[in-house]
């Protein structure tokens, strides 16, 4: 008995004596993994400190736009604020922009203007425009961190005695996402990089003509953060779910 108490004291010791992995640097805003590394405890009766994931890198960012829209969700936004808050919350709707073709993107037909520039930069490069955010337009997050000070931020675009949003109200549309994040132009052009749950698809929002009911927006289904929900495209789903497992 004595020896095997002595072999776990010895093992526990070694384990605390191993060097900690050196932090990743999160002076930037930037989109990251949802299960990065971390030490954090979790036990509920900690003030765990918030977890320091890694930066997704430039492969993530270099795939087809529609491919990219249905990576993006789950996904972690972070916005660091001038006074060192963090702002963070998971992605959970997106659409689809396909450039030249897509008579519903700002680079339709292939035409680069200063406005739009930043969508003919790398992958990984943010375009901001009227309070959009990327070529794939990141629609609503559901917020995870800094959400009193994203309530603030709101408060200030809102008009009159409005009556105090409910977290899951916070960021369920491209505008209110970017006035919870203090997202503005001046982020235009900046670089990102330096049991699955139900993926609906179905149209954008408020694109009219022959791209208003193509299939390009995708969100998790069941999350209240959604901006719009398609009852219909839903039953589909179940539909063509319930016949492949027939």
């Not at 070694?14 to 979790?42: C, F, I, L, M, Y």
């Not at 491919?67 to 959970?92: H, M, T, W």
Request: glycine residues 6%; charged residues 25%; proline residues 5%.
């Amino acid at each position: 008995m004595m020896l095997g108490k002595r072999r776990r004291l010895t093992q526990l010791h070694a384990v605390q004596s191993e060097p900690s992995s050196p932090q990743t640097d999160t002076s930037r805003d930037q989109a990251v993994p949802p299960h990065g590394n971390s030490s954090t405890k979790s036990n509920k009766f900690f003030s765990a400190e918030m977890t320091i994931p890694s930066k997704l890198g430039s492969d993530f960012f270099n795939q087809s736009c529609i491919s990219l829209a249905r990576s993006f969700l789950g996904q972690i936004l972070v916005r660091k604020l001038p006074d060192g808050r963090e702002l963070r919350g998971r992605i959970v709707e997106t659409e689809a922009y396909l450039g030249g073709e897509d008579k519903a993107s700002h680079s339709s037909g292939g035409r680069q203007t200063p406005r739009n520039a930043a969508m003919f930069m790398k992958p990984g490069t943010l375009y901001v425009e009227e309070l959009v955010l990327m070529e794939f337009l990141l629609r609503s997050l559901e917020p995870l961190q800094g959400l009193d000070t994203m309530r603030q931020l709101r408060s200030t675009q809102r008009k009159g005695t409005a009556k105090p949003l409910k977290d899951w109200e916070l960021c369920n549309g491209p505008s209110k996402l970017c006035h919870a994040l203090d997202i503005n132009k001046t982020f235009d052009q900046r670089d990102l990089v330096c049991d699955p749950k139900v993926l609906v698809c179905t149209a954008r929002i408020g694109i009219r003509g022959e791209w208003a009911h193509k299939p390009l927006r995708f969100y998790i289904r069941g999350n209240k953060c959604v901006s719009v929900v398609d009852k219909k495209m839903e039953r589909e789903t179940d539909s063509l779910l319930a016949k492949s497992c027939s």
